[in-house]
């Protein structure tokens, strides 16, 4: 048996990795334990974006709109490797119309009952300014207007559409984040444990005592479950806390399609149901389309975007692009489902989105997870701390807030000058290359690339600059163990590798992980 720490998180997550870095940066001692890879499950399907949800305003949670817009920043000063500014056109279209259940569209409804549900264009004005303004934003622009005839912004789009509003939030690289608050977890001292299933947590007089799958045990004075969607097994299978709290398990599907649009900006388009969709650049070459709001029912695990979801998707992105976009043009899908409050709303999308924190202090204290935005992830680990800190006297001040992850330690309009100088250091590298190092590795592209004086010294190329330099780096600092780890995880370079280049990554890494 292990020896007792302060915490024990079941969870290798954006939620259970920040509070594992929150916790070990306050002096807390930390493991963490996660049934398969980091970010493996939903912390790696989201949208990819830091943002503040501006189609939460018309359910007025104003405290979740804030909290997210305000941290906005913050997180892009933390990690400009992995998350940059992006400005996101939001045509109007004059069938634009609101969620039927929202709060805000059954005031509409009662004092403006002609316009049958349309949002109209004083209504968004209203709302792009609370969004300029909730927050405190000192980085990105605030919203902006112009007609889309003449503009790039406008020659992807339908004819019909004139005009749009033009507002700003921030890409993030969602599994390279939860990998580097790991990482970071792991530099104070987190022991951080993946393809580490737990069995049974008991309480047993101050202490939880924790049995793993592979019959290992731990013993921690806290527990936290941040599970995710399995949050529900954990307090009634694994830990079997005397708990009614229910999670809705909702299903958020993205396709990946070959370019739509030839600019850096994204777009918002809202649909005649009242729902919306983003049209986002990705990873160079492609567009990501997303996302659904579907009642899941099966294994989280099992989660995949339906055919029916797809061309929901497709068909959405057609009512706005001149050129419509078809199932031929997907070249890769994703679903991830997010563990919901089950606060009894009427519908998947009308589901809080903000997160519940749950203590049981029948015993040794267990706090759980529910929710969350990956935006306010760092505010989430702050406040599960704050409602432990009772029962760990010894725990430090926060201290996250100013704090750069691995690699983010640079300016935020710093990349272009990190790139030059890398190329400078390594004259062997393309452009693309070298832009894809820093945005993945930051400061730390250089340390992946050691004393390489050529390609030749990183060994072997498997397609799309991926090295077997690299891959160990993934190997031996990022937990990876498998291809998919390695190309869809802690890169996307699955998009760019046939079947034959995939699986020589895969045997390469299995005799890594033999000769180690």
Same mark, same amino acid.
């Given at each position: ?6 915490l ?21 001692? *930390? ?30 949670e ?24 992006? &400005? ?14 929202? #709060? ?6 009662a ?5 049958r ?10 709302g ?8 405190? $934003? ?21 004819? &019909? ?11 993030v ?22 393809r ?14 924790? $049995?793993?799958?592979?019959g ?7 527990? *936290?479950?941040?599970a ?8 009634? =299978? ?7 709290? =229910?999670?809705r398990?909702?299903?958020?599907s ?9 600019? =850096?900006?994204?777009?918002?388009f ?12 990705y ?7 997303g ?15 339906s055919?029916?979801?797809?061309d929901?998707?497709l068909?959405f ?6 050129r ?5 043009d997907? *070249?890769?899908?994703y679903?991830?489902?997010? #563990?919901?409050?089950d ?13 519940v ?5 029948s ?10 935005k990956?935006t306010?992830?760092? $505010? ?31 300016p ?17 590298l393309?452009?693309?290359w ?8 930051g ?15 990183l ?5 799309a ?6 891959? $160990?780096w ?43």
């Open positions: 048996m292990s020896e007792t720490t302060d024990f998180i079941i969870g290798g997550g954006i939620n259970g990795c920040g509070i594992a870095r929150d916790a070990a940066g306050r002096g807390l001692s *930390v493991r963490l334990a996660e049934q398969g890879d980091l970010a493996g499950a939903t912390s790696s399907a989201s949208t990819k974006l830091f943002h503040g949800g501006l189609r939460y305003l018309e359910f007025l104003l405290r979740l709109v804030r909290e997210a817009l305000q941290e906005r920043e913050t997180l892009l000063r933390a990690m400009p490797h992995i998350s940059w500014p992006m &400005r996101f056109v939001l045509p109007l279209d004059p069938e634009m119309r609101f969620e039927s259940h929202t #709060p805000v569209s059954r005031i509409m409804q004092i403006m009952p002609w316009q549900g349309r949002r109209p264009n004083l209504m968004i004005r209203a792009l300014f609370l969004y300029d303004n909730l927050g405190k $934003r000192r980085i990105l622009p605030g919203t902006d207007s112009y007609p889309l005839h003449g503009r790039p912004e406008g020659a992807p789009l339908q004819p &019909r559409l004139a005009r749009a509003y033009e507002y700003s939030d921030c890409w690289d969602d599994a390279r984040l939860v990998v580097l608050n790991a990482r970071d977890a792991a530099a104070r001292g987190a022991d951080i444990l993946t580490a299933r737990v069995a049974e947590a008991r309480r047993q007089g101050d202490l939880w005592h924790i $049995r793993m799958q592979d290992s045990s731990h013993r921690a004075r806290l527990l *936290v479950n941040a995710g969607p399995w949050v529900g097994d954990v307090i009634r =299978g694994i830990a079997r806390l005397p708990s009614d709290e =229910g999670v398990l909702v299903r958020g993205h396709i990946i399609t070959r370019s739509l649009f030839d600019h =850096g900006k994204s777009y918002f809202q649909g005649p149901d009242g729902r919306i969709i983003f049209a986002i650049p990873e160079g070459d492609f567009t990501l389309i996302t659904t709001d579907v009642d899941h029912a099966g294994a989280p695990g099992e989660a995949r975007c055919d029916a979801e797809r929901y998707l068909a992105a057609a009512r706005y692009f001149r419509p976009p078809t199932a031929a997907v *070249v890769w899908t679903s991830g489902v997010r #563990p919901l409050y606060d009894g709303a009427k519908s998947a999308t009308a589901a809080t989105r903000d997160y924190l749950s203590l049981d202090e015993g040794p204290p267990c706090l759980s997870v529910f929710g969350g990956i306010t992830y760092r $505010r989430l680990a702050e406040s599960a701390l704050e409602r432990i800190a009772p029962h760990a006297p010894r725990m430090g001040a926060p201290w996250t807030a100013g704090a750069a992850l691995p690699g983010g330690d640079f935020v309009d710093g990349a272009p000058e990190l790139i030059a100088r890398l190329r400078a250091a390594y004259p062997f393309t452009a693309g070298a832009n894809r190092l820093v945005r993945a590795y400061t730390e592209a250089a340390a992946v690339l050691g004393g390489a004086a050529g390609p030749a010294d060994g072997r190329d498997f397609g600059t991926l090295t077997e330099a690299e891959l $160990r993934m190997m031996t600092r990022e937990w990876a163990r498998t291809a998919d780890d390695a190309l869809w995880r802690r890169s996307k370079l699955g998009l760019r590798l046939d079947a034959a280049q995939q699986a020589a990554v895969a045997a390469f890494m299995e005799s890594e992980r033999a000769a180690a």
